[in-house]
T-cell receptor, first 111, second 113 residues
Framework: TQLLEQSPQFLSIQEGENLTVYCNSSSVFSSLQWYRQEPGEGPVLLVTVVTGGEVKKLKRLTFQFGDARKDSSLHITAAQPGDTGLYLCAGDTSGTYKYIFGTGTRLKVLA | DARVTQTPRHKVTEMGQEVTMRCQPILGHNTVFWYRQTMMQGLELLAYFRNRAPLDDSGMPKDRFSAEMPDATLATLKIQPSEPRDSAVYFC???????????FGPGTRLTVT
């Protein structure tokens, strides 16, 4: 049973465009993380959100945790080819750092 | 530059053979995670250790998989006997146990023929 659904699954956009990736669940999470993974490498943590309604910014990336702590979004402003990769959300329902990963969004930014 | 290291990076083996994958967590980290990634299932948690003790291995097929931490600098994941459906990339990650951060290794790509 997949607890975390991400959408879209695939996204191909031109450099300079904006995009939003969604992570949804019916479960409540004590914390939620976003990762980026490039081919042949392990996922790299981008951010952790723990408070409902929380918004965090990392340069051109904006992360939001839903008020009910069941969903999250990642918004990228003015995407660049270096943003290309697999974006994964991961949620912890038990507060024990045991994270369940989402289905992933493959982003390709064309120059 | 502290990193999680995994060996081997690639492994091709025949069905029925034993496979051992090794992970060296970041020095000072006391939590270790083993994950498996496939196109169909995505990234799945197999096992989770804290202070070398297994806290959760519910994601691991018990009949053929085993995970251990012989010491604080080495974690192993063993498959015996291996099957074609075990083909995947296996990741190890470590954390300091005080924050939410996990640091992933580069993975071991396993192919079982």
């Amino acid at each position: 049973t997949q607890l975390l659904e991400q959408s879209p699954q695939f996204l191909s956009i031109q450099e300079g465009e904006n995009l939003t990736v969604y992570c949804n669940s019916s479960s409540v999470f004590s914390s939620l993380q976003w990762y980026r993974q490039e081919p042949g490498e392990g996922p790299v943590l981008l951010v952790t959100v723990v408070t409902g309604g929380e918004v965090k910014k990392l340069k051109r990336l904006t992360f939001q945790f839903g008020d009910a702590r069941k969903d999250s979004s990642l918004h990228i402003t003015a995407a660049q080819p270096g943003d290309t990769g697999l974006y994964l959300c991961a949620g912890d329902t038990s507060g024990t750092y045991k994270y369940i990963f989402g289905t992933g969004t493959r982003l390709k930014v064309l120059a | 530059d502290a990193r999680v290291t995994q060996t081997p990076r690639h492994k091709v083996t025949e069905m029925g053979q034993e496979v051992t994958m090794r992970c060296q967590p970041i020095l000072g980290h006391n939590t270790v995670f083993w994950y498996r990634q496939t196109m169909m299932q995505g990234l799945e948690l197999l096992a989770y250790f804290r202070n070398r003790a297994p806290l959760d291995d519910s994601g691991m097929p018990k009949d053929r998989f085993s995970a251990e931490m012989p010491d604080a600098t080495l974690a192993t994941l063993k498959i015996q006997p291996s099957e074609p459906r075990d083909s995947a990339v296996y990741f190890c990650a470590s954390g300091d146990g005080r924050s939410y951060e996990q640091y992933f290794g580069p993975g071991t790509r396993l192919t079982v023929t």
